[in-house]
Structures are given as C-alpha cells and as structure tokens.
C-alpha cells in the first residue's frame, strides 16, 4: 500500500513507521519538523492545521491510506486549549476533507480513553454517553463522529481506536499517563521517581507493539467484517504502585512516591479504569499479547539502551 502519516516524529510514529516499512508499503511519513532518521520512509514536513498544505500533500502523494496520529495530547491540551482544537479537531477536519477530495480509500484514526468522562462503566464498553473533561478528549470525540460521518456519506473507510495510554522506550511527552512510563525512565536515570498520579491511580494502559499490532491489523481487516468505525482496544489496568512494584521487580533498589498534580490527576480521576474490548476480540480477532509484567522485561533494557544512547549524544 502507498500510506501517509501525520505527526509521524511522535511516540507511535516512531515505532509505526519502521512497522510499515518492514511490512512492505511505500511510507510518507510527515510531521511539523524533518526527522533525521528516516526508517526507510519519505520524509515531508506538513501542518495539519493548514488547509492548502494537507490537500497539497495528499494531492501529490495520492496516498491509499492515511495513518492520522498528529494531535496535541491531554494534558498539553489543557495548557493550550487553542492550539489542541485547532491540530485535533480543525487538523482532522482537514485530512478527512484531503481524503475525500482525492479519492484516498482509508483512514485509520487514534482515538483515546479521553473520550470517556467521569461515572462510567468497569470496564468500560464502546457505547457509552461520551462526555470527556479535557479539549483533548473533546476534540478526540469529535474526531470519531467525523470518521462515522465520512463512512456513511462519502464512502471514505475510516477506522480507528480508542488506545489506553501506552508505554514505550521514549521519553514522556505530555500525556496523562506519562507516571507510568516515567516510573521507568527516572527509576532508571536517577534511582527513582516521584508520581504525579496517586498511589491508587487506575487507568488503561497497552505496551507499544500491542499498541502498533492493534493499528496494523485493524487496517488489514476487510470491512464487511467490522460493525462500527471506532473500537476500545484493551490490555491492562493496573494500579500506580503495582506499576511501580513491576518496575522494582527489573530495576531493584528504586524509589518511586507520589505528589499527585492535580490537573493531571483530575484528568486521570476522569477516565474509565478499565475497557471492555469484547467488539474488537469479536470483529477482527483483536487480543493483546503484552501483560504488565511481560513489559516490563521487555522495556528495561530498551529503556537502558536509549538511555544510553542520549547520553552518548550529549555534549
Ligand atoms: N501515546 C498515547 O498514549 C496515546 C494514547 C491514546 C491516543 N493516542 C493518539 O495517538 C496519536 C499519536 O500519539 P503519540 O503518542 O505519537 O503523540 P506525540 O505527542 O508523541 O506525537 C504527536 C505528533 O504530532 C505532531 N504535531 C503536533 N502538532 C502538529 C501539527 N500542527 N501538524 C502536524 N503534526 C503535528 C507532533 O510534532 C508529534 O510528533 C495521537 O493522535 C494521540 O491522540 C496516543
């Protein structure tokens, strides 16, 4: 397949792109700046918050499929309200329009527990009354009715899900469930870490080849098969301290405590602790391979290496 990313430089992107590339598609990846590591792919920069650039970009690469990861995440969100509407709902608006005008076939969406709001179900299943807290989680629900309404009138195959907060071996940037992967990173780095989020804290989380494999095979999955356009992935839902227990497990000696922020906090409070992602299983074979544990043996030594690896790029 011909595929284009948006926000490809970002935590998915960087795993994405390479995934894509193995599997055998020519890959455009864009994002705001250039990267220097190409993992086999074209690189452009493009905004998505400009109209003219995304349908010159989708016009001249006449992509079949385009892979939307650009967005400014939860808790950035709430310190820039406007610049998140206008990446994550106006940005979206424009890629759907590129897609339609261009005649690209799909249109794979990363949507968010930020949907959710306070009050729901555990687990949580898809169908809910949707009435999240953040601009984030505003514009991600946004984004999702978007999808449903160019499926249905014009025909442009939109498919998404709903990710839990996922983990890998990068540095946190800006999402609400960055506790959990900074657990690893600072306990690592320096020994320990104090959370953000309270000990009791439990939000939905995925280990990032889950989080890939989830969009690589909602992609590949043939559309008579799927009776809805957005679906809840799962994998675990741990406490904070049971996070903090498995990381002390690999990294002996850490400290890890809690000073909850209470933006972040809030956010998290406002967030399903658990998804039933029963349609998935259903629809298009979906399981998640990755526990708490298992991650947390494959992630350490990742998390040492890049580690080690910026160290070595210091000056
Ligand atoms: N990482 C998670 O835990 C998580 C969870 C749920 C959903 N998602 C969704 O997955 C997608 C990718 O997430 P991520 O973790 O890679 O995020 P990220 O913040 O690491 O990357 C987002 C990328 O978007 C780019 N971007 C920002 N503004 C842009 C603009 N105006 N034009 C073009 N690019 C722009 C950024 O430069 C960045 O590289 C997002 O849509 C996010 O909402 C992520």
């Given amino acids: 397949m011909n595929i284009l990313l948006t926000g490809a430089g970002g935590q998915i992107g960087a795993d994405l792109v390479g995934a894509l590339v193995a599997a055998g598609h020519r890959v455009v990846a864009t994002d705001l700046r250039p990267q220097a590591a190409g993992q086999g792919a074209t690189w452009r920069t493009l905004d998505v918050t400009d109209a003219a650039a995304v349908d010159a970009v989708i016009a001249d690469e006449r992509p079949d499929t385009v892979f939307h990861l650009a967005a400014i995440l939860s808790a950035s969100g709430e310190r820039t309200p406007a610049q998140a509407y206008a990446v994550n709902q106006t940005g979206t608006w424009n890629l759907l329009e590129a897609c339609r005008i261009h005649g690209v076939t799909r249109f794979i969406f990363t949507s968010t527990i930020a949907v959710y709001g306070p009050g729901l179900p555990d687990p949580c299943p898809d169908d809910v009354p949707l009435h999240p807290t953040t601009m984030y989680g505003v514009t991600k629900a946004s ?143 979906w399981r998640a391979a990755y526990s708490l544990d298992a991650m947390t043996d494959d992630l350490v030594p990742k998390v040492r290496a890049l580690l080690d690896q910026r160290a070595g790029l210091a000056p």
């Fill in 143 to 285: 984004g999702e009715l978007l999808c449903e309404y160019y499926w249905k009138k014009h025909g442009l195959d939109c498919r998404g899900v709903r990710f839990p907060g996922l983990i890998s071996a990068a540095l946190p940037g800006g999402g609400s469930t960055d506790y959990a992967l900074f657990m690893y990173v600072d306990g690592i780095r320096h020994g320990g870490y104090e959370s953000f989020a309270r000990a009791d804290t439990r939000v939905p989380l995925m280990y990032m080849p889950d989080g890939v494999r989830a969009l690589l095979e909602l992609a590949a999955a043939p559309r008579p098969q799927l009776s809805r356009c957005v679906y809840n992935i799962a994998a675990f839902s741990p406490r904070a301290d049971q996070i903090a227990a498995s990381v002390a497990r690999a990294v002996p000696g850490i400290r890890i405590t809690y000073a909850p922020d209470p933006l972040r906090q809030g956010i998290l409070d406002s967030w399903p602790r658990a998804l039933d992602d029963r349609l998935a299983r259903d629809d298009w074979g």
